[in-house]
Structures are given as structure tokens and as C-alpha cells.
């Protein structure tokens, strides 16, 4: 396939944040500005997708089981929706030049899983397809969103896990990457995102 020249936005970082609300705004706002631009979500809610399946397996809104599944298979879970969408949708848009804007990376799966006591490396084999199709996108911009006050779903322990890796994959990532901070009015937050942007629109 080579190297794909379209862009990839992606938003990422721990629940609670308003991730999913900032990257629906700068949606929002750029195609305002008449950007040719998609958003997407990781594993996604749309009915009939594999996304929403598994989003519905994962919160247990899905009454097919009548157990719990273990944190590796609901990790494998995701990886399998990511690489769909990969393949149904995003390369698509990507390769006909479109600001494919993400809510959610694998970086979700490494940090959630380690969260959840899953062994790093088990994690890395896991995610390696879905990395070898998403490392051929050359412009890839991460927006990584922290936020002061916000709701704790976890455990400290487990908080401190996911956070600890998101900033390790934060730190370690080539190319665009800005760490946002949402602590602003919203607004503002979204035309700083605009603003970064637009070295390439």
C-alpha cells in the first residue's frame, strides 16, 4: 500500500476529559469552513458496525452473554473493531485526501489494558496489525486532551496506569502532537485545536 499522504487527527486521553465533545466541535467547525473532513469513533455507535457491538459488549448493553468477558478478550474485542473501520472507511477517506478526525487510537487499547492489569507486551502483539495499517498514514496530528476536574470511573491505581501510559506514549510519538489542556471555556480549547490545524488546510 506505501506510504498514505492524507491526514489523520486524532483525539486521545482518559474518559472524562470532553475528548469525544472537543473532536464533535473541530468536526463541526471545520466543515463550517468547508474542510472535507469525517469523524470517527473508536470502536464507534454506529448500528449495524462491528463498532457498535462491541461498544455494546464492552458497557454490557448487549444481552447475548450472560458473563462478564475478561479484559484481553474485550481488548481483542476492540482491536478487531478498529481494524474494520480501518479498512471499511478510514484508508478510503485517506487516500481520496479527506481530514479523517479520530476519537480514539490504539493508544486507548495499550493504557486501558494495562489499566486493567494486561501485560504490555501481550497488548503490543495484539495491537501490531492495527499499528502496521495506521503507521502507512504519513500526516498524523495527535491531540492529547487532559483536564484538571473531571469524573474518576477507576480505581487510583488503575487511574494512575492509564495516565502514566498515555503520557509515555505522548512523550514518545513522532510527529504533530500537542498536549491540550481542557480547562478553559471550550470554545477557545476548539479554536487553539483550529488554529494548529491550519498549517495544513
Known amino acids: 500500500m506505501g506510504d498514505l499522504k492524507g491526514n489523520l487527527v486524532i483525539f486521545e486521553g482518559i474518559d472524562h476529559v470532553g475528548k469525544s465533545t472537543i473532536a464533535n466541535l473541530v468536526f463541526q467547525k471545520l466543515k463550517g469552513m468547508g474542510v472535507d473532513c469525517v469523524l470517527y469513533q473508536y470502536p464507534g455507535k454506529t448500528e449495524g458496525t462491528l463498532g457498535k457491538i462491541v461498544y455494546d459488549i464492552h458497557h454490557r448493553c448487549m444481552n447475548g452473554l450472560d458473563y462478564p468477558l475478561d479484559p484481553l478478550s474485550i481488548q481483542m474485542l476492540h482491536v ?53 495499517i495506521t503507521d502507512q498514514i504519513k500526516n498524523k496530528t495527535y491531540f492529547y486532551i487532559t483536564r484538571d476536574s473531571r ?45 494548529e490545524l491550519n498549517i495544513r488546510i
Request: with cysteine; net charge negative; aromatic share 10%.
Open 80 to 132: 478487531a473493531a478498529h481494524i474494520d473501520l480501518l479498512n471499511r472507511k478510514i484508508i478510503f477517506d485517506i487516500c481520496n485526501n479527506k481530514y479523517v478526525l479520530l476519537d480514539r487510537f490504539w493508544w486507548s487499547t495499550l493504557a486501558y489494558g494495562i489499566g486493567d492489569g494486561i501485560k504490555k507486551d501481550k497488548l503490543l502483539k495484539l495491537i501490531d496489525i492495527e499499528k502496521e
Open 151 to 195: 469524573e474518576k470511573d477507576f480505581s487510583e491505581k488503575k487511574e494512575k496506569l492509564i495516565l502514566k501510559t498515555y503520557e509515555g506514549l505522548f512523550t514518545d510519538i513522532d510527529g504533530e502532537k500537542f498536549m491540550i489542556k481542557n480547562n478553559l471555556d471550550i470554545d477557545v480549547v476548539v479554536d487553539d485545536i483550529i488554529k
